[in-house]
Structures are given as structure tokens and as C-alpha cells.
């Protein structure tokens, strides 16, 4: 059977058309999303948390800090996305409900970044995170990501797994903050028993009531006591200008600097940091790492 030329021509065209259209319509849908900022996930995760508000307000705004993506990496680059950082808002997504504390992060300039559907060229990642308390010992949170590219404006959805992970790092997040916490009561207890020692042992009996040939001996147990007690509450400061921190994490205010060589008691005990109080009464935390033992 003859075909001819017209007729391929009329199908190439035909062909052409359709995948013109199609195009077309892709680039619309993408625009009409953005236009409506309806880009909440179809894999969006939603968990319900064993634990108060304000332990997972904590926790996140670890994770909010992070500067990380989780869950994804750039094109041929290296498998962890750094450079991100919190944002206050987005017009990203559509609205949020009123009742629940709203965070963002934000990656830009990420070039096709993995586990988002089709993704291509360069653009930014947005998570969003939603908390919402249910009870007073139970809590909800939603996250949701989005790929946007910079240039065509087009939207790619995450594929589940940004959200996934970021969760993951969330919860680690709280299980750390919920050991610390334990860690820190039995420290605090333990730590109060020394100080009554130590007190107890600054202020010894009077020589009358000792027993005359042991007084030597027992005072020179006594100040060896009193010392190994000082060495395990107090502690110096090792370097010029180290900060005395309002909470226990890098990014916290900072109330004061110290200068080196200065004196503090140690109130609390994590393992990374120490809950301090100076010799003028300003109380805060310092990394263990700005520390030293008394000599």
C-alpha cells in the first residue's frame, strides 16, 4: 500500500501538535498551581507525637536550624544537602490552619535535587512543618516539601521521602532531648549531694571536739575532700571571649562573654554542655569544650 507525502506530512504535524498541547497543558498546570499556591503534598506526612508541645516545639526548631535538606541531594553532588536555613514564611503553600505554630526551611539554588518528581534545572526546596497540640502530653505534625524551578516556575512535589526523613531527624531530635532531660535530673541529684558535702566539709567541727591524735590527719582528709569536691563542681573558663549561652545549643542568645580564667559552679549536667552560674550570679550554659577542671 502507497502512502503519500501528504499524508506523512498531515501525521508529523498531527504528532507535533499533540505533544506541543501537551506541553502545553503540563507548563498551564504548573502555573495554575503556583498562581493558587495549592502545593500541599500528596505524600505530606502527618504523625501524632507522645510528648507536650513545648518538648516538640523544641526539637523541631533543632531541625529548623539544621541547615540541612533531609532525604535528598543535588544532581551529582555530594549526598547531604547543606545550605539551608529557617524562613519566618512562605507563598509557597496555600494557607495554614490558624491554630497551629507554622515553621519553614529553605534550600536555594539546589539543582535537580533527588526523591522530587521530575525535577530539573534549579530552584528551591521548600519543608513546611505544622504543630498542633492535641492534649497536653500529645501532639500533631505535618510536613510537607515542594521543588519549585527558578526560572520556569515549575512545580515538582516530593516523592515522600524528603518529608520522611526529615521526621526521622525530628523524632531523633526528641529522643535526644528526652535522654538529656533523664541525664540531667540524676546529674542534678547527684550533683546537689556534692554540694552539701562540700559544705558540710567547709565547715568542719570545732578542734575541741576531735579526738586529739587523729586532728592532723582528719584535717588534712578534710582539705583534700573539700578540694576533689571543688574540682568536680567548679570549673575554668579556657579562652577569651567565651560565650555564656541562654540555652543549651549554638544558636541561642548569648547573655555574656567571659574572659579566660574565670571561675564558675556548675548547676547542670548534659553531654555536651554545662548549665553554669558565675561568681556575680548570671546563670546560663557553656559548651563542655570552653571548659577546664581546676587545676
Not at 6 to 30: D, E, G, P, Q
Not at 206 to 222: G, K
Request: aromatic share 6%.
Amino acid at each position: 500500500m502507497l502512502i503519500s507525502k501528504h499524508t506523512i506530512s498531515n501525521f508529523f504535524a498531527t504528532c507535533f501538535l499533540s505533544a506541543m498541547l501537551a506541553s502545553s497543558a503540563v507548563a498551564l498546570l504548573s502555573c495554575f498551581l503556583y498562581a493558587s499556591n495549592d502545593f500541599s503534598s500528596a505524600n505530606s506526612l502527618s504523625m501524632s507525637v507522645d510528648a507536650p508541645e513545648a518538648d516538640v516545639l523544641q526539637a523541631l526548631q533543632l531541625v529548623v536550624d539544621d541547615q540541612i535538606i533531609h532525604g535528598t541531594q543535588q544532581y551529582a553532588k555530594e549526598k547531604i544537602l547543606y545550605g539551608a536555613h529557617a524562613a519566618q514564611s512562605s507563598s509557597v503553600f496555600g494557607n495554614h490552619a490558624e491554630s497551629a505554630k507554622t515553621f519553614y526551611k529553605v534550600a536555594d539554588g539546589v539543582l535537580a535535587p533527588a526523591n522530587f518528581v521530575d525535577s530539573s534545572a534549579r530552584g528551591t526546596i521548600t519543608v513546611r512543618y505544622e504543630v498542633l497540640p492535641v492534649s497536653d502530653n500529645r501532639t500533631n505534625i505535618r510536613i510537607d516539601a515542594v521543588y519549585i524551578e527558578d526560572d520556569r516556575r515549575r512545580v515538582h512535589r516530593s516523592e515522600g521521602v524528603v518529608e520522611s526523613a526529615e521526621y526521622a531527624e525530628f523524632n531523633k531530635r526528641l529522643q535526644e532531648l528526652r535522654a538529656n532531660r533523664i541525664q540531667e535530673r540524676e546529674d542534678s541529684n547527684k550533683l546537689a549531694q556534692l554540694q552539701a558535702e562540700a559544705q558540710a566539709l567547709a565547715h568542719p567541727p570545732n578542734a575541741s571536739d576531735m579526738q586529739p591524735p587523729a586532728a592532723s590527719s582528719t584535717v588534712q582528709q578534710l582539705e583534700a575532700r573539700v578540694h576533689d569536691l571543688r574540682r568536680q563542681v567548679e570549673r575554668v573558663v579556657s579562652a577569651p571571649g567565651t560565650e555564656l549561652k541562654s540555652a543549651p545549643f549554638r544558636s541561642a542568645s548569648t547573655i555574656l562573654s567571659l574572659p579566660a580564667q574565670t571561675n564558675v559552679l556548675v548547676m547542670v549536667i548534659t553531654p555536651y554542655w554545662l548549665g553554669v552560674e558565675t561568681t556575680d550570679g548570671h546563670r546560663g550554659w557553656i559548651h563542655r569544650s570552653h571548659l577546664e577542671a581546676l587545676p
